[in-house]
């Protein structure tokens, strides 16, 4: 897929000069990139369902209206659109109420710009192979409606933590997921430790031991679930 035969994507960002840094970074990345500083101004132009952005990175904290109250106006007619959050904020529930209102994904500042590229090159794949609702990793399919897995078309059944923490990982299929994020994505609203992460993985690594998935560890960045088909 390239850059330049999808939407542009619409940056979001107050900060001046944060803005010109990623708007510079991500177009010279390929990608189009229309930016707004205002969130009354992204409010209006994401009420549109005929809006015409491939993905939405979206600061939480805007003058005018707040990246939260934007992103749940768009989610009320837009479920597809990727939406990766950007945001300062340290609270863990502001991150929660954001995925909750249906946010893809987020990055907490300050970040690397690879990272970020990463980031988005990843939500533009599964926007471009998965329909909303089917996750396909290889010969691993999840039905989010459901919340069915399937490996090589037989029903996969996991526990409620590991089928979440898989369900993530599909997501971030391809790209290594750290530790820290596991547990503010996964587990927000639980109380676990490294070591619970580490238990949970092994036992989707015997899950999927025998089939041309491989979930491994990257040093120093974290797990990366990929498929050798």
Request: glycine share 6%.
């Amino acid at each position: 897929m390239s850059h330049e035969t999808i939407a542009p994507l619409l940056l979001v960002e107050d900060d001046a000069l944060l803005a010109s840094t990623l708007y510079d970074a991500l177009s010279l990345a390929g990608y189009r990139v229309d930016a707004l500083e205002d969130g009354d101004a992204a409010f209006t132009r994401l009420a549109a369902p005929d809006h015409g952005h491939a993905l939405v990175l979206l600061d939480l904290n805007l003058p005018g209206r707040g990246g939260l109250e934007i992103l749940d106006a768009m989610r009320r007619h837009d479920r597809d659109t990727p939406v990766l959050i950007l945001t300062a904020r340290g609270a863990i529930e502001d991150r929660v109420k954001g995925l909750d209102l249906g946010a893809d994904d987020y990055l907490a500042k300050p970040f690397a710009l690879d990272e970020l590229e990463a980031r988005v090159r990843a939500l533009l794949r599964r926007r471009h192979h998965d329909d909303g609702t089917q996750l396909h990793v290889g010969a691993l399919h999840f039905d989010t409606l459901t919340q069915r897995f399937t490996l090589d078309d037989v029903t996969l059944e996991l526990p409620p933590r590991e089928q979440r923490l898989l369900a993530y990982l599909m997501r971030h299929a391809g790209e290594p997921v750290e530790k820290a994020h596991l547990l503010e994505h996964v587990f927000a609203e639980e109380t676990l430790g490294d070591n619970a992460i580490e238990v949970y993985i092994h036992r989707l690594r015997r899950r999927l031991a025998d089939s041309s998935l491989t979930l491994r560890t990257v040093r120093g960045l974290g797990y990366l679930l990929e498929s050798d088909a």
